[in-house]
């Protein structure tokens, strides 16, 4: 009837607004990302100036200060290490020590990221981060944006910018959501990472069968075909 037509038009309405918004925000990354691997510092610290390593690592600072989202910039070399590396968090940045810094080439966003051509960028799966091979808690919800760098001496190794992405998931909050719309978002395989119960989100993480594709394989089976944001099923929008 008109009531279903009406909430049905709303709820694509209120779908489209949320892609455009996460867009807008997954653009501003890769702004922040090219900012970083096309500094003068990091490419003079590569062509052997401690100096500009230093100055490099300041930039790396001020950028996390200026851009609340940021949680962690790095360099990583070719072998995996990191090199030069910035962790944000709770408003307070600073520059990390070389006796905590790690390796990571056993990553899945290094491994990708180093066999890509310079100016491509890789953005990784939305996860909870993970340090020392533990996932932090509380959790970090975070998307890595990673590109890499090459000198006349050929690849050096990439760049990666980690950002917290709880100010995007918080939009599925249903404090932020129209009084009749319950919209989540899931990754690729049917978990979910936003917009349900707490218990209910990050399965992919901790390898447990928490998700829309095990508990509503009908739903599921529709969003898999690439169909409609809006589900109408038993006089229900979903």
Known sequence: ????TD????????????????????AFYDTQLFIVARDSAL???????DAAGRQFAENLLTLA?????????????????????VDS????ARIVPPDELQNKSNRYYFIEAMQREVGEIIASALDLNVEFEEIVVPWEPTIRFATPIDTADGRQGIVV?????????????????????????????????????????????????????AEDTA???????????????DGEVI
């Open 1 to 4: 009837g008109f009531v279903r």
């Open 7 to 26: 909430r049905t038009n709303v709820a694509t309405y209120y779908a489209s607004d949320l892609r455009v918004r996460i867009q807008s925000e997954l």
């Open 43 to 49: 490419a003079n610290f590569l062509n052997g100036d």
């Open 65 to 85: 200060e200026e851009s609340p989202s940021i949680s962690q910039a790095r360099f990583i070399d070719t072998m995996g290490n990191e090199i030069v590396r």
């Open 89 to 92: 968090r709770l408003g307070q």
């Open 161 to 213: 910018l980690n950002f917290n992405a709880s100010r995007f998931l918080g939009l599925f909050d249903a404090a932020e959501q129209p009084p009749f719309i319950s919209s989540t978002i899931l990754n690729g395989d049917g978990y979910w990472l936003a917009g349900v119960p707490a218990e209910k989100r990050w399965g992919v993480m901790f390898n447990n069968n928490s998700s829309m594709a």
């Open 219 to 233: 739903l599921w089976a529709h969003l898999s075909e690439d169909a409609p944001d809006v589900f109408v099923r």
